[in-house]
């Protein structure tokens, strides 16, 4: 098949092109100006200049093509102009649904993230939970209206949509907040830990990769919804094997709940009134997600796609590996 990719140059993306490269698939990647694109080129994907926000460059792209997969997005906790988050996950999202359906592509494969369910009652939550009431972050909203979009194509126009919502990916190369957060750990720039009952679910970024791949290779299967995601670990259990990995103590010092809240709030103040990332990623929504968690059952992705997860100890030795190195 000949696959249009956005976000092929992203921390999940590039895992994604490696796996894809594997194939016999025919790989088109939209790419901005700026991107780092010699990793994807030498493996032999097509590159398109263009961005999710011009639907000039997405119609380009995707003629000719069969299916497209949609990595693209603005994830992050804190943004200099917050209006970026809506620019892209919002309405580049709809961008990319319109123009799939305007050049006739047989499938769009989406990533999207667990956190649009927000804390539904359900726990722990599935493909099939009720959304939450609340999501924790801007991120997470923004994904949410994006998604809706999609669905709503899906329902009414006949798009041929299937969406993945992975949980916290760990793995090689992370440049984003968790794996900063792990660089902060064994760089021993944190100066206290926090929130050691907050439990996430934890997932390797190639078995995300890999769930893509075989959403992707599936029949019959439009209008499907896959977690990817299995491990519930507590940030304390995370921190201790990271330090038993790394051989790095962790930071004697234990924040109390009430007192992380509070500098998250002022920080992020700070943040926006020099125009500059929160220190120790201490921003209001990045802080909120970590407080609040999320428990998911990823076992759909298993049983359907055939899935086997990877332990996290690997996901944190591969992590750890390429930060060092």
Same mark, same amino acid.
Request: hydrophobic share 40%; proline share 5%.
């Given at each position: 098949?000949?696959?249009?990719?956005?976000?092929?140059?992203?921390?999940?993306?590039?895992?994604?092109?490696?796996?894809? *490269?594997?194939?016999?698939?025919?790989?088109?990647?939209?790419?901005?100006?700026?991107?780092?694109?010699?990793?994807?080129?030498?493996?032999?994907?097509?590159?398109?200049?263009?961005?999710?926000?011009?639907?000039?460059?997405?119609?380009?792209?995707?003629?000719?093509?069969?299916?497209?997969?949609?990595?693209?997005?603005?994830?992050?906790?804190?943004?200099?102009?917050?209006?970026?988050?809506?620019?892209?996950?919002?309405?580049?999202?709809?961008?990319?649904?319109?123009?799939?359906?305007?050049?006739?592509?047989?499938?769009?494969?989406?990533? /999207?993230?667990?956190?649009? !369910?927000?804390?539904?009652?359900?726990?722990?939550?599935?493909?099939?939970?009720?959304?939450?009431?609340?999501?924790?972050?801007?991120?997470?909203?923004?994904?949410?209206?994006?998604?809706?979009?999609?669905?709503?194509?899906?329902?009414?126009?006949?798009?041929?949509?299937?969406?993945? !919502?992975?949980?916290?990916?760990?793995?090689?190369?992370?440049?984003?907040?968790?794996?900063?957060?792990?660089?902060?750990?064994?760089?021993?720039?944190?100066? *206290?830990?926090?929130?050691?009952?907050?439990?996430?679910?934890?997932?390797?970024?190639?078995?995300?990769?890999?769930?893509?791949?075989?959403?992707?290779?599936?029949?019959?299967?439009?209008?499907?919804?896959?977690?990817?995601?299995?491990?519930?670990?507590?940030?304390?259990? #995370?921190?201790?094997?990271? /330090?038993?990995?790394?051989?790095?103590?962790?930071?004697?010092?234990? #924040?109390?709940?009430?007192?992380?809240?509070?500098?998250?709030? #002022?920080?992020?103040?700070?943040?926006?009134?020099?125009?500059?990332?929160?220190?120790?990623?201490?921003?209001?929504?990045?802080?909120?997600?970590?407080?609040?968690?999320?428990?998911?059952?990823?076992?759909?992705?298993?049983?359907?796609?055939?899935?086997?997860?990877?332990?996290?100890?690997?996901?944190?030795?591969?992590?750890?590996? /390429? !930060?060092?190195?």
């Amino acid at each position: 098949m000949k696959i249009f990719i956005t976000g092929a140059t992203g921390f999940i993306g590039t895992h994604l092109v490696n796996r894809l *490269a594997q194939t016999e698939h025919k790989l088109h990647c939209l790419v901005r100006k700026n991107s780092r694109v010699r990793a994807i080129e030498e493996l032999g994907c097509t590159l398109i200049t263009g961005d999710v926000t011009d639907k000039d460059s997405l119609l380009k792209g995707m003629k000719g093509c069969d299916w497209v997969i949609n990595l693209a997005n603005i994830y992050s906790f804190w943004e200099p102009d917050n209006r970026v988050f809506k620019a892209v996950n919002v309405d580049g999202n709809r961008n990319v649904m319109e123009c799939a359906l305007e050049t006739g592509i047989s499938k769009v494969v989406h990533v /999207s993230t667990g956190g649009i !369910y927000g804390k539904p009652a359900d726990d722990p939550v599935t493909e099939e939970s009720p959304v939450g009431p609340v999501r924790f972050c801007e991120y997470f909203q923004t994904k949410y209206e994006g998604d809706l979009i999609a669905w709503e194509l899906y329902e009414k126009k006949g798009l041929p949509l299937v969406v993945i !919502y992975p949980c916290a990916v760990l793995g090689s190369g992370d440049p984003k907040a968790t794996g900063r957060y792990i660089k902060d750990l064994i760089n021993r720039r944190l100066p *206290a830990t926090i929130f050691h009952d907050s439990v996430l679910t934890w997932v390797h970024v190639r078995d995300v990769a890999e769930a893509i791949v075989r959403a992707a290779e599936k029949e019959d299967n439009i209008g499907e919804k896959y977690v990817v995601g299995k491990h519930r670990l507590s940030l304390k259990e #995370l921190n201790e094997m990271i /330090s038993e990995i790394s051989g790095v103590p962790l930071p004697k010092l234990h #924040l109390p709940d009430p007192i992380v809240t509070i500098n998250a709030r #002022l920080l992020t103040l700070l943040a926006d009134i020099i125009k500059k990332p929160p220190i120790w990623g201490m921003s209001r929504d990045q802080i909120r997600v970590m407080k609040e968690g999320f428990r998911f059952d990823g076992s759909k992705v298993e049983r359907e796609l055939g899935i086997t997860y990877t332990p996290v100890r690997v996901a944190l030795e591969e992590a750890i590996g /390429s !930060y060092r190195a």
